[in-house]
């Protein structure tokens, strides 16, 4: 891998790492919004997904600053958990917590769907510190 290659890599992970830790922390505070708010925010498939999104955001970020063997994989079900939760978010149309969930949660997926591909790109393991 030449220099440009590894730079950009360690961008991407860079990158990821920051949005992951960015949807995490937003996920938790759309969580409290909507046990806050009741009613359909706090329907329990809503809540799941919030859950769920913040608890792998923060698994990806600790397997990216940690170079764990299972980044990749962690970070493809990441994204795929981040758009659940941005599709879940979207159906509150009038509420601006919840776009803001939604947008954050789209960021973030894109991210680690980029990383993913990355690494299937490479042909090998990303690592931030090699």
Same mark, same amino acid.
């Given at each position: 891998?030449?220099?440009? %290659?590894? $730079? #950009? =890599?360690?961008?991407?992970? #860079?990158?990821?790492? %920051?949005?992951? =830790?960015?949807?995490?922390?937003?996920?938790?505070? $759309? @969580?409290?919004?909507?046990?806050?708010?009741?009613?359909?925010?706090? #329907?329990?498939?809503?809540?799941?997904? @919030? %859950?769920?999104?913040a608890d792998l955001c923060k698994l990806s970020e600790d397997a990216l600053i940690r170079s764990s063997d299972m980044m990749e994989r962690i970070c493809r079900l990441c994204g795929d958990v981040c758009i659940s939760c941005a599709e879940s978010c979207e159906s509150f149309k009038d509420d601006r917590s919840m776009a803001l969930c939604a947008e954050t949660c789209r960021t973030c997926a894109d991210s680690c769907r980029k990383l993913s591909r990355a690494s299937e790109a490479y042909g090998s393991r990303l690592t931030s510190f090699s």
């Open positions: 891998m030449n220099e440009a %290659q590894r $730079t #950009d =890599r360690e961008n991407l992970i #860079d990158r990821c790492i %920051q949005d992951c =830790r960015i949807c995490h922390s937003v996920c938790v505070a $759309t @969580l409290s919004h909507c046990l806050r708010m009741g009613g359909e925010h706090a #329907d329990e498939r809503h809540i799941i997904a @919030l %859950q769920d999104c």
